[in-house]
């Protein structure tokens, strides 16, 4: 049974009774911002979200640039973790965690504009502690891949209290 302490029953409710809302889907971007502080920092706009799938934008402003006038590599990277994270999580049983271990991140291509990345995790055996890659897959406006990130998760049974 899902418990409202368990991340992924808190994101799917919270999901499901502000996306429809007007602004619904802003005041929960808003929300995972407030509860991840690092996240929070690029402003993510979650577009999409359910079990196994999670789309995300960034806005291309001021706060995200590097010196060459686009998207730095670390906001690309954030993102990524982020929607793999999203996606990841929405699906998972209440009763598994999960953590990523690693990640990497080939960058193809000067991220500017608006950026939405997107990534669809299905959910494998978590009965046992292991480890699994999802990948999520950033694009600008002109759906033009700017990134490919393999983000490693480690899945398993949460502890009992």
């Known amino acids: 049974m899902d418990t409202p302490a368990a991340p992924s029953a808190r994101l799917r409710a919270l999901w499901a009774r502000l996306s429809p809302l007007p602004g619904g889907k802003r005041v929960f971007s808003w929300l995972l911002g407030r509860m991840v502080p690092y996240t929070g920092t690029i402003h993510p706009r979650v577009v999409e979200l359910g079990g196994g799938h999670a789309k995300i934008q960034i806005a291309d402003r001021r706060g995200v640039r590097n010196h060459l006038n686009s998207v730095h590599a670390v906001a690309l990277a954030n993102l990524a973790e982020v929607t793999s994270g999203l996606a990841l999580l929405t699906g998972l049983?209440?009763?598994?965690?999960?953590?990523?271990?690693?990640?990497?991140?080939?960058?193809?291509?000067?991220?500017?504009?608006?950026?939405?990345?997107?990534?669809?995790?299905?959910?494998?055996?978590?009965?046992?502690?292991?480890?699994?890659?999802?990948?999520?897959?950033?694009?600008?406006?002109?759906?033009?891949?700017?990134?490919?990130?393999?983000?490693?998760?480690?899945?398993?049974?949460?502890?009992?209290?």
């Open 93 to 161: 049983p209440p009763n598994v965690r999960g953590i990523p271990v690693r990640l990497s991140i080939a960058y193809l291509k000067k991220a500017r504009g608006r950026l939405t990345a997107e990534a669809r995790c299905p959910l494998p055996d978590t009965s046992v502690d292991a480890e699994h890659d999802f990948e999520a897959v950033i694009s600008d406006s002109s759906g033009d891949v700017v990134a490919r990130a393999t983000v490693r998760w480690r899945l398993g049974p949460a502890p009992t209290p």
